[in-house]
């Protein structure tokens, strides 16, 4: 199984910070990674898909980038909306498997 | 619009048996890859299991160890989840989401998800 590791596991930012995320597969993904955003009680939600595409309707401060085994989520300047828990998740073989998140958090 | 609609989860003994439906709508769902995806209660997601649009290709977690089927009915635009011998373990909510697999070019992602049905395995 690919194995998908997430860093770090909490953040403490401010809104207007720019955040990095970095997420690193255990063997080459090509560029077959997703990033998702949750908050508490609801379904996972999409922001970007092939390491750095950027999903239909989702603010542009939002952006990825990397391939092979390491990957990066940027959000450029924080926004309220974004306080929440961000996934990983490599899509290139069975079985899936997912960051284990990054909760960004008020600071 | 995509709709993806979790159903049947519940309070259940261990080794109690439940049977999950994910009702779509909104795009042509006899065509997409579909898969079950679990969260554990204050824990990260864990993919279960996923079925191809004609159900020739499954995939199951090898945590599961032949304890849920996954099922589909292409008339019905419907997901299952046939989960036996429920654990603890299993307590999580279960989430529908559509997409995967991939081609020789390009694989595909979850794209849509379920809002999730909430399981609880405890006597």
């Known amino acids: 199984d690919i194995q998908m590791t997430q860093s770090p596991s909490t953040l403490s930012a401010s809104v207007g910070d720019r955040v990095t995320i970095t997420c690193r597969a255990s063997?080459?993904?090509?560029?077959?990674l997703a990033w998702f955003h949750q908050k508490p009680g609801k379904a996972p939600k999409l922001l970007i898909y092939?390491?750095?595409s950027l999903e239909s309707g989702v603010p542009s401060r939002f952006s990825g980038s990397g391939s092979g085994t390491e990957f990066t989520l940027t959000i450029s300047s924080l926004q309220p909306d974004d306080f929440a828990t961000y996934y990983c998740?490599?899509?290139?073989?069975?079985?899936?498997?997912f960051g284990q998140g990054t909760k960004v958090e008020v600071k | 619009e995509v709709q993806l609609v979790e159903s049947g989860g519940g309070l259940v003994k261990p080794g109690g048996s439940l049977r999950l439906s994910c009702a779509a709508s909104?795009?042509?769902?006899?065509?997409?890859?579909m898969n079950w995806v679990r969260q554990a209660p204050g824990k990260g997601l864990e993919w279960v299991s996923s079925?191809?649009?004609?159900?020739?290709?499954?995939n199951y977690a090898d945590s599961l160890k032949g304890r849920f089927t996954i099922s589909r009915d292409n008339a019905k635009n419907s997901l299952f989840l046939q989960m036996n011998s429920l654990r603890a373990e299993d307590t999580a909510v279960y989430y529908c989401?559509?997409?995967?697999?991939?081609?020789?070019?390009?694989?595909?992602?979850?794209?849509?998800w379920g809002q999730g049905t909430l399981v609880t395995v405890s006597s």
């Open positions: 989401a559509r997409g995967g697999g991939c081609t020789s070019t390009s694989c595909y992602f979850p794209d849509y």
């Open positions: 909104g795009f042509s769902f006899s065509t997409y890859r």
């Open positions: 079925i191809s649009s004609s159900s020739d290709y499954i």
């Open positions: 063997q080459s993904i090509s560029s077959w």
């Open positions: 092939k390491a750095s």
């Open positions: 998740q490599q899509y290139n073989s069975y079985p899936w498997t």
